[in-house]
């Protein structure tokens, strides 16, 4: 396995209340290539980065979600193993690797948590259906059991998992291109703060590269942060 850390981009957005230091510091991908039964794929997964570890991410929204290239987006969860299209839902996720069924090589949006049925994440309505090749526009996800702190940061590396998207080969001619507005807090009884949060928008439009080749530019596209903190 061939993994590239890629760069983060990010401003500082507004600390919670009586927490100055805790704010959302931007946007995180890891691509990389697997062999999943012989055959060759490449991955992107992306992550929220924070810079406190009471940061807990609530729900991604209004996304834009596409392979730039035209790549579709491969699938390997328990709905293609009956046949059916691929679902992004991580609940679908398998791991019986005696199968070849594993997340490796499964494209799925989640709020942190588990890759299996145990996961609290839920697709928004907006998420119809789930089994599109691609994300719908303005598609979301959140963590439908938020005193559970499913979508909190890794205490190490401050980071929650978002999402994995993956396409069928190693080649770059495609790349990832990800938007999103995204929910926060720092836990219960803390306020909810947006980051990229511009009113029926989204945030800026993200073009990573898939497995790029050492010492490449890995952050095609980057654009201004903005972060708002709701009183309530």
Do not use: E
Request: aromatic share 12%; glycine share 12%; hydrophobic share 40%.
């Amino acid at each position: 396995m061939r993994r590239t850390v890629l760069a983060i981009g990010g401003a500082a957005a507004l600390g919670a209340a009586g927490s100055a230091s805790a704010a959302f510091v931007g946007a995180y991908f890891d691509s990389y290539a697997v062999n999943v039964g012989g055959a060759n794929y490449a991955v992107i997964d992306a992550y929220a980065q924070f810079n406190s570890t009471a940061d807990t991410v609530l729900s991604i929204f209004n996304t834009s979600i596409s392979n730039v290239g035209g790549a579709a987006f491969h699938h390997n969860d328990f709905n293609t193993f009956s046949g059916q299209p691929g679902s992004w839902a991580v609940t679908a996720c398998g791991n019986i690797p005696a199968l070849g069924l594993v997340p490796t090589n499964d494209s799925f949006v989640l709020i942190g948590g588990p890759t299996s049925s145990t996961n609290t994440t839920s697709l928004d309505p907006s998420f119809t259906p789930a089994t599109a090749a691609v994300p719908p526009n303005n598609a979301g996800w959140f963590n439908s059991s938020p005193p559970n702190l499913q979508g909190r940061v890794d205490p190490t590396t401050l980071r929650t998992f978002i999402g994995r998207f993956v396409k069928a080969g190693t080649s770059t001619a495609a790349s990832l291109s990800f938007a999103f507005n995204m929910g926060f807090n720092q836990g219960a009884g803390t306020g909810n703060q947006f980051a990229y949060n511009n009113g029926a928008g989204r945030g800026p439009d993200f073009v990573v590269a898939y497995v790029p080749a050492p010492g490449a530019l890995a952050l095609l596209g980057l654009a201004g942060f903005a972060a708002r903190r709701r009183r309530d």
